[in-house]
């Protein structure tokens, strides 16, 4: 019997696919103890964690380490005066030891902040303003100690400061600090309605928010490892992300331990398509999950046979089904597409059990009643397009969706705004009840009265050999209202030139509808992205 089974009673149809879930839990569900803990006495030879970096350098470790290790830094943040509420920046990379700390914090109840080792002093500055941080866990490398003590300077804030593996000027060495303490922990008292974690958002436009979620969150996950991610009780499962992402809450840690699965953590700070899947190769990933960015350069540069896999997802961005129908080709592997939010768990998916759809982001979660509403909260016909908002059964804030932004109420309010919470993502639904991503609604164009979704463009033209990575906005035109300009990252061996901005601009428009033909182009070195690898759109239609 999984662990999960204690927590969850699935019903699934003749073909494995979930028809309805319920999710029960106590009061006083604690992921940390509740689960990895209980894996740990039961089974501690159970592998955890399966990590290795760039170097060469590898590790394996099973629950019982997790559960030894995560004593010893709880015990050291309480001997340093961290207790229950009180906000953790992590700062950890892909480093090992973030798998500890946060199974930590867990169980002291601190509320643990993941972030990227990639923000810079103002992004850092803004959040010591935003949130009140008791402590900061970071990685010695890349400059971010020195970042962190400029930011807190700068902001007038002060944090208690701890590095691991090195000593760092002004930081505590936590390595070495945790064992001075015991292995063992009484358990402390939590609720499963207290903040267990938040994620600063990147969105498209104004400053971040604080996601706040509760110690039910990773219950959620059930289904995002289980029914999507398709990872397995002693298999092994890889998900590329940073632990500053929301991502790797979905396929680093909850839902995959739930299961019963280890993680694969290959700590890199450069991407390389080829080590990724020497990685996959060598320690024998079952499952794998990725944003479409990843894809798009495996195949581009030619995907490997990757034996020892038997699923592969995506999520982040939307897939363009000629990357889905290539990787297909080359792996005998469907792209199970799936799409959620930072402030929610997984929305809808190409589920395991059910017909995969190239393109759509499959069908709805039954956690969650899913549904297309226009702008007068009625709901649209299928083919229609309509804005994704979640319907609360009963009015009750179903399980694995956020609990507050942080300081501020009035803007936790607009998300659920007539009883319902709104996406802000617009997608229209087949006649199968599979959904379709149209757009976010600020990025949709307006041209000769037609509203077009940049999207449907983008997929026209990431086909095209030359084109590396796109994104497609409205600028403005007297004629039209908006015309369509594309900004275009070349592929390996392709110069700019007029002739193949006109072969790109000839290729796209003979397959788009004549409204939705593109004006412009302007070839580009890279596209301005939020720190979790979304394109802004916003900046592209500035500039």
């Not at 290795?52 to 010893?72: I, K, L, P, Q, Y």
């Not at 002291?108 to 866990?137: C, N, Q, S, W």
Request: with cysteine; hydrophobic share 35%.
């Amino acid at each position: 019997m999984s662990i999960y089974e204690r927590f969850c009673t699935c019903m699934e149809d003749e073909n494995g696919a979930l028809r309805k879930i319920d999710i029960h839990y106590e009061d006083n569900f604690n992921f940390a103890y509740d689960v990895v803990d209980e894996i740990a006495k039961e089974n501690p030879t159970k592998r955890a964690i399966v990590w290795c970096n760039a170097n060469g350098d590898e590790r394996t470790f099973t629950f019982s380490d997790v559960m030894r290790e995560s004593n010893r830094y709880a015990n050291a943040f309480s001997a340093l005066g961290i207790k229950k509420g009180d906000f953790v920046m992590l700062c950890l990379k892909k480093h090992y030891e973030y798998w500890f700390i946060s199974t930590a914090l867990h169980k002291l109840g601190a509320v643990m902040v993941p972030v990227t080792h990639m923000l810079r002093v103002d992004d850092f500055k803004y959040r010591f303003e935003t949130a009140k941080i008791k402590a900061v866990i970071t990685t010695h490398e890349n400059g971010v100690p020195s970042r962190i003590k400029n930011a807190l300077s700068v902001a007038g804030k002060e944090a208690i400061l701890m590095s691991i593996r090195e000593d760092v000027d002004g930081y505590l060495n936590l390595s070495k600090l945790k064992d001075e303490y015991p292995s063992t922990l009484e358990r402390i008292d939590t609720d499963v309605h207290d903040s267990m974690m938040m994620y600063f958002t990147s969105g498209t436009t104004g400053y971040p928010k604080g996601v706040i979620h509760d110690h039910s969150y990773p219950l959620a996950h059930i289904v995002t490892a289980k029914y999507w991610q398709r990872a397995e009780d002693d298999g092994l499962h890889f998900t590329v992300a940073e632990t500053g992402w929301a991502k790797a809450s979905w396929g680093k840690m909850y839902g995959q331990w739930l299961i019963g699965s280890a993680v694969m953590v290959y700590d890199f700070d450069n991407f390389d398509p080829k080590m990724l899947t020497q990685v996959i190769n060598k320690y024998k990933v079952t499952s794998f999950c990725a944003p479409p960015t990843v894809y798009r350069y495996l195949v581009k540069k030619g995907a490997p046979q990757m034996p020892s896999l038997r699923s592969a997802a995506t999520a982040g961005e939307y897939l363009n089904p000629e990357i889905f129908k290539k990787f297909y080709e080359k792996t005998g592997l469907y792209l199970n597409e799936g799409y959620g939010q930072t402030e929610t768990t997984l929305l809808s998916a190409n589920y395991k059990g059910i017909k995969n759809k190239e393109g759509s982001m499959g069908v709805k979660s039954p956690l969650y009643d899913l549904r297309l509403i226009d702008k007068a909260g009625n709901e649209v016909a299928p083919g229609e397009i309509g804005e994704i908002v979640i319907v609360p059964e009963k009015g009750k804030r179903p399980i694995g969706v956020f609990s507050s932004y942080l300081n501020d109420e009035k803007l936790y309010e607009k998300a659920w705004q007539g009883g319902v919470y709104h996406t802000g993502d617009s997608a229209w639904k087949d006649e199968d009840g599979y959904f379709w991503f149209h757009g976010r609604f600020d990025d949709i164009i307006k041209s000769g009265g037609f509203r077009i979704g940049p999207f449907e463009i983008e997929n026209i033209l990431i086909k095209h050999e030359a084109v590396l990575e796109c994104s497609v906005v409205g600028i403005p035109d007297a004629l039209r209202g908006q015309a369509i300009k594309a900004f275009i990252v070349l592929s390996h061996n392709y110069e700019p030139s007029a002739e193949l901005e006109k072969e790109i601009k000839e290729y796209a428009n003979s397959q788009l509808a004549q409204y939705k033909w593109i004006r412009y182009i302007e070839f580009t070195n890279e596209l301005p992205k939020t720190i979790s690898g979304k394109i802004r759109k916003r900046e592209l239609k500035e500039k």
